[in-house]
Structure formats: structure tokens, C-alpha cells
């Protein structure tokens, strides 16, 4: 049922897995490292077609610097802290409370509610494009900040609902009674005895939902337009000309743009990891 551990098996296996392994992690790395050398390569590199040869000199600082001094790229990067802040916080709030409810209490509707939110996960929000941008035309929150931050908000408690909910239904139910018997007030119960112990799952749900708003490219596309509300993801395209693509620039943005996600996983590499694997082992 269960696949043989590595070290148990032929010889010849484990050579051609030790093989295979660093092929496979090159393969996989492959477009990074090509969006690497593009950063560093001169423009001249790419009129004269040497897309995939090594850089004819080093360009890294000169484009890096343009980067940063000759663009609007750290006010893109400003804007997407603005939007993914706000948006892990609020989605952390609503799916902690959400799930306390969804999984401390017990009434006729809880599993109608739950599949509901689970649900919202499984329609493609593409097919929600025109009706979307066009409420935000309504509202008078298109190629504003705060809309695309309340958007995303509400496109991903759902999935931050499902996450948390599990989560608190995995933790001892024995606590709460005793909290409740104690007398404490609901409201008490949740923010002194179930918010610490969530404190792993509210890690690596914020690790995953920092990822998934600053890599966002479709929304920020959709509901924003002007380097006044653009994330990084959309500025990057700023660096097309009309009849000819920097892509020295784009790919230094891109590296430049990659390096915060990275850095939070990196950061919370052990909570994230605490936060998966809270309760696979007794």
C-alpha cells in the first residue's frame, strides 16, 4: 500500500534515484534560472537574438538599477504590500471566527453553511470577470486599492474558512466544555483558549495567502489599471514599449517582484510547517 522507503530498496535504484533527483529540481528551475540570466543580460543581447546563449557581459546592476531608479517599480511593489497586508489580515480574521463557529457549534444549517463556502472554491473565477469588474464600476471601486483588497478578501475565506474549520475541529473539544463550565463568556472561550492554539494553522494560512495575493496576476489585470493602484504582478508589463519588449527589465522585475514571497516562506519556514502537520501524528 505504502511505497518502499528509499534506503530499503536495490542499489541500482537508489543510484538512479540520486540521479534523477538533481535533474529533476534543474528541470524544474529551469525557468527561473533562464528569467535569472535574461536579468543580467544587456539589451543589446536581445536584438542581435542571443535569447538562450550566455550573457555577452555582465548587465546586472545597470538593469536592476533602472529597475528601481528609472520606474515605477517600488511604487508597484508598495501597492502590493497594501494589498496583501490588508488582505491576509482580513482573511485570517474572518476564517478564524468562521471556523469557530462552523466547528464549535452545533445547529441545522452548520453543514449547509460549510458546503457553501466550499463550494465558492470550485467555480472558475474566470467566468466571474465582466460581472465583477462591472459591480466594481457600480461601487465605484475600480482601479482602487481598497476594491481589489475586498475582493480578495471574499475569494478567499472560502478556502481559508475550509482550512480553519478542520483545524479547529481537531483540537480537543474537552477545553472548551471545561472553559464553558468555568463560566466563561463565548467570546472569552475563543479569544483566550482557541486563538493560541490556532496560533500554527493562522502561520501557514498566512504564508499560503500572502503567496497566492502577491502572485496574483488575473485581478490585478481585471480591476486595476494606472500605476497608482497596479500591483507588481501587472506593473511588470509596464516595461513593454509599443514596438519592442525589455525583457531585461521585465525579468529583473520578475526576480525583484519573487523575492518577498520567498522570503516569507523562508521566515515562517517552521510555523508553516508546524501548521500542515498539527495532528497527522499522536
Known sequence: MFPTPIEKTSRQWQI???????????????????????????????????????????????????????????????????????TVLGCMILSSMTGFALGIYKFKANLWIFFMFVAGNFVPFQILMVPVRDLTLS???????????????????????????NFIRALPFELIEAARVEGVAEWRIFWFVVLPLMKPALAALAVLIFTFIWNDYFWAVVL????????????????????????????????????????????????????LTLGAVK
Not at 63 to 75: A, I, K, L, T
Open 16 to 86: 538512479t534515484y540520486q540521479g534523477l533527483l538533481p535533474l529533476s529540481l534543474i528541470l524544474w528551475l529551469l525557468p527561473l534560472i533562464a528569467v535569472a540570466i535574461f536579468s543580467i543580460k544587456p539589451e543589446g543581447d536581445f536584438a542581435a537574438g542571443n535569447y538562450w546563449g550566455w550573457p555577452s557581459e555582465f548587465n546586472g546592476f545597470a538593469n536592476y538599477g533602472r529597475v528601481f531608479f528609472e520606474s515605477d517599480m517600488p511604487r508597484y511593489l508598495l501597492n502590493s504590500v497594501f494589498i496583501t497586508v490588508p
Open 139 to 165: 461601487m465605484g471601486l475600480y482601479n482602487t486599492i481598497p476594491g481589489l483588497v475586498l475582493f480578495h478578501i471574499a475569494f478567499q475565506t472560502g478556502f481559508c474558512t475550509l482550512f480553519m474549520r
Open 224 to 275: 486595476t489599471q494606472g500605476v497608482e493602484s497596479q500591483p507588481v504582478t501587472a506593473g511588470i508589463t509596464s516595461f513593454n514599449a509599443q514596438y519592442r519588449a525589455a525583457y531585461h527589465l521585465m525579468s529583473a522585475g520578475s526576480i525583484v517582484a519573487a523575492l518577498p514571497p520567498v522570503a516569507m516562506f523562508f521566515l515562517m519556514q517552521k510555523h508553516f510547517i508546524a501548521g
